[in-house]
């Protein structure tokens, strides 16, 4: 198993008034996860992390045309999660901002658009996976997201994984964030219904990186439940796809099972 990582970093960029209001709830799930951290640290041996004071730091910032300055001030991060509607002319420019900076090891630029089709047609670029959410209903989804991809770093999980695995699969890329969730860890038949609702968007996918979460605890293994939701992911992907991912053994929500993917295409 994988140790923690208490030297985490990671940030949340919110810009524009209608993301502010999404980065409020992004705070209060940051701080609920540092102190779950620190519970399960101080209760859980096989974090296997060295007695310290440090623990990961999560941050949010929020911007608007007054505040685009701050962006200078972002220390250097893991993840930086920029998040904006897609016809923010300032969204655009923080993000070349956070690039030309060199502010993070790899960036989710979240492009928040209206019904119809995506307008934009940039590249994302090296260390960056551009994906594109439909801003109604986006707030709970952006959340989780951002939970998603902090926890599996922060904690420890039994298949060995790293940023160059992310970065191999999602590098370059721009594409869709797909999640799943069930109350219970028997959910093969629904997750294979999840996967053909989903197909499309999959197949066009040329790296998928998966999180599987499970509150079971120590009943969780990679027998049982994990291996059969990368078996059924792999059928599904096309034969050119990378296909990588880790898991979450520390999920404190109420579901039993949940899967997230980043479908990228290059």
């Keep these: 198993m ?7 970093r ?24 540092i102190g779950y ?9 096989s974090f296997a992390v060295e007695e310290s004071n440090e623990y990961p730091r999560l941050m949010v910032l929020s911007l608007n045309e007054q505040q685009d300055s701050h962006v200078q001030d972002i220390p250097r991060q893991d993840l930086i999660f920029l998040v904006g509607t897609q016809q923010d002319p300032l969204f655009w420019t923080t993000r ?9 090891s790899f960036l989710f630029t979240v492009v928040l658009h209206g019904t119809g089709n995506v307008g934009w047609s940039g590249q994302p670029l090296v260390s960056e996976s551009i994906i594109f959410l439909k801003e109604s209903g986006s707030e709970k989804r952006i959340i989780k997201f951002v939970k998603d ?15 160059s ?14 999640s799943f969730e069930s109350q219970t860890a028997d959910c093969l038949p629904a997750f294979r219904q999840f996967l053909s609702n989903n197909l499309e968007t999959i197949q066009r996918a040329s790296g998928i990186f998966y999180i599987v979460s499970s509150n079971l605890g120590n009943d969780f293994s990679i027998s049982k439940h994990l291996q059969p939701v990368i078996d059924e992911i792999g059928k599904v992907a096309t034969g050119e796809c990378t296909v990588v991912g880790c898991d979450s053994l520390y ?16």
């Design 96 to 104: 070349e901002k956070l690039i030309t900076g060199n502010r993070c």
């Design 165 to 178: 695995d992310m970065h191999h699969a999602l590098s370059a890329t721009s594409g869709a964030y797909l």
């Design 251 to 266: 999920a404190e929500e109420e579901a039993s099972f949940s899967a997230t993917m980043i479908c990228g295409k290059k």
């Design 149 to 163: 991809m902090s926890r599996v770093w922060m904690f420890p999980h039994l298949l060995s994984c790293d940023f």
């Design 10 to 33: 990671a940030c949340f960029v919110g810009v524009g008034d209608k993301v502010v209001e999404i980065s409020k709830p992004v705070l209060t799930e940051f701080n609920s996860l």
């Design 2 to 8: 994988d140790s923690a990582d208490r030297k985490f």
């Design 37 to 45: 951290y620190q519970k399960c640290r101080d209760d859980d041996s």
